[in-house]
C-alpha cells in the first residue's frame, strides 16, 4: 500500500467497544457508537456493530449514507440543516434536534416517505452550543413536537465539554432527569432516552455519578482513540489504535535559520527559529492538507517536528538513533483532530488489520 499510510488497529477499537458495551449494561446504559472522528468509515462502523453497539451516530448526513447497508439504528448527531431535511429522514432514525423550525421540515418529509423519526431533544445544560437553555422554550417546544405526525419526542439529549469545556458532573446531568419528569407530568410524554453525553461522561462511571434515569452516552473518542475528557486516556482502554506511516523524499543537512530577508510562510504566518547550527532534517510526504503537523507526533521521540506546508512535513531527526535514508518511513502516533483530518484526507491510505 502506498504512503502516507493509516494503520488503523480494528481489534483493538473493537476491544475499546466491547469493553465500553459492556461497563455501561450494568449501569443500564447504552451506547450509540460514534463514527464522525472516522469520517462515518463503514468498516469502522461495522466492527462497532460486531462488538455490540445497535446505534451508529454521526455528524454529517453523508457519513449516515455511507452506512445504509450496516444493520443497526442510524442515529443523526448534528443538528440538521433545514435543507438537508429530505436526506436526513432517508438517512437517519434517529436525529438530534433543537429547532422547530426544522422539526416541522422533518416531520413533513417524513410524511413524504412515509416514515417517523424519532427525535431527541437537545438541552443546553451550559456548555452553550445545541439545545435550549431555558424551560420555557423547551416546554413549548414539546408541546409543538406533541403535535406533529411524523416526528416522534424519543427523548431528550445534552452535550457538554466540546465548545464550554464544561465538564460533565452528576448534578449537571441530573437536571435532565428533573426536565424528563416535567414534561411526563405536564405533557403525559415518556422521553424514554435521556441521552447523557459524549467520552468526557464516562469519567463519572467511575464513582458511580451518573444518575438514574440517564440510559444513553454518544461515544466516540473513547472507543476511537481510548480517551475522555481533557483527551486523557482512559483506563484499560487501547489508545494506540492508530499510527501514521509517512515516506522521507529529503534527507539533507542544512542550516536551522533561514537565509535572507523573512516575510510571511505560506499560510500567511510569521515563523521564528532559533540557531542550532547545522542539523538533519528530513522531509515527509504529508501536509497540511492531510492533518495539522501539531496534531501528530513521532514515536521516535528524538525526532521533532520542525513544522510544514500544504503538503510537505519538516522534521530535525539529527538526533535520531536509527539510520534513515530517503524512501525511508517515520512513524507518528495522531490525536483526535490528526485522526479526523487523516481520515477525511482522500491522500492518505487507510490500512486496516484485524488480526
Ligand atoms: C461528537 C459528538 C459526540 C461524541 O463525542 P466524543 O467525544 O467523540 O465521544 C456525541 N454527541 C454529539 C452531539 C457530538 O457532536
Redesign the pocket.
Known amino acids: 500500500m502506498p504512503y502516507p499510510k493509516l494503520k488503523i488497529d480494528i481489534k483493538k477499537i473493537k476491544y475499546n467497544s466491547s469493553r465500553l458495551v459492556k461497563e455501561s449494561a450494568r449501569k443500564g446504559i447504552k451506547i450509540a457508537g ?1 463514527t ?2 472516522v469520517c462515518g468509515n463503514p468498516y469502522i462502523a461495522q466492527s462497532l456493530v460486531d462488538s455490540g453497539i445497535e446505534i451508529i ?1 454521526d ?1 454529517r448526513v453523508e457519513n449516515l449514507e455511507k452506512l445504509k447497508e450496516i444493520k443497526c439504528k442510524k442515529m443523526l ?2 443538528i440538521p440543516m433545514p435543507s438537508q431535511a429530505d436526506d436526513v429522514v432517508r438517512y437517519s432514525d434517529i436525529v ?1 434536534v433543537s429547532e422547530i423550525f426544522t422539526i416541522k421540515k422533518l416531520s413533513e418529509q417524513a410524511s413524504n416517505q412515509n416514515k417517523i423519526i424519532d427525535l431527541i431533544l437537545m438541552i443546553d445544560l451550559g456548555d452553550l452550543r ?1 439545545g435550549l437553555f431555558y424551560e420555557k422554550e423547551i416546554l413549548e417546544t414539546v408541546a409543538e413536537i406533541a403535535q406533529l405526525k411524523n416526528v416522534k419526542l424519543l427523548g431528550l ?1 445534552t ?1 457538554l ?2 465548545y464550554g469545556a464544561v465538564i460533565p458532573s452528576k448534578e449537571i446531568l441530573e437536571k435532565l432527569v428533573l426536565i424528563k419528569n416535567k414534561i411526563s407530568n405536564l405533557f403525559n410524554i415518556d422521553t424514554e432516552i435521556l441521552s447523557g ?4 461522561s464516562i469519567r463519572l462511571f467511575e464513582d458511580n455519578q451518573i444518575p438514574d434515569g440517564i440510559n444513553q452516552l ?5 472507543i ?1 482513540l481510548g480517551i475522555g475528557i481533557d483527551h486523557l486516556p482512559i483506563n484499560g482502554l487501547s489508545a494506540d489504535t492508530f499510527i501514521l506511516e509517512a515516506e522521507i523524499i529529503e534527507l539533507r543537512k542544512k542550516p536551522s535559520k533561514p537565509i535572507g530577508k523573512q516575510g510571511l510562510d505560506a499560510f500567511g504566518n510569521k515563523p521564528s527559529f532559533i540557531d542550532m547550527g547545522i542539523r538533519s532534517k528530513a522531509i515527509c510526504a504529508i501536509g497540511r492538507q492531510d492533518v495539522n503537523p501539531e496534531d501528530v507526533s513521532p514515536l521516535d521521540d528524538k525526532i521533532n517536528i520542525l513544522g510544514g506546508s500544504s503538503d510537505h512535513l519538516i522534521l530535525d531527526v539529527t538526533d535520531s538513533e536509527k539510520s534513515l535514508s530517503v524512501g525511508d518511513t517515520i512513524k507518528f502516533r495522531v490525536n ?1 483532530g490528526g485522526c479526523l483530518s487523516l481520515m477525511t484526507s482522500p491522500y492518505v491510505y487507510k490500512d486496516f488489520s484485524d488480526s
Do not use: F, Q, T, W
Request: glycine share 16%; proline share 0%; net charge positive.
Open positions: 460514534v464522525k472522528v451516530a455528524s448527531l448534528r438530534l445545541e439529549g452535550n465539554s466540546c453525553g459524549n467520552s468526557g454518544r461515544l466516540g473518542a473513547s476511537i483526535y
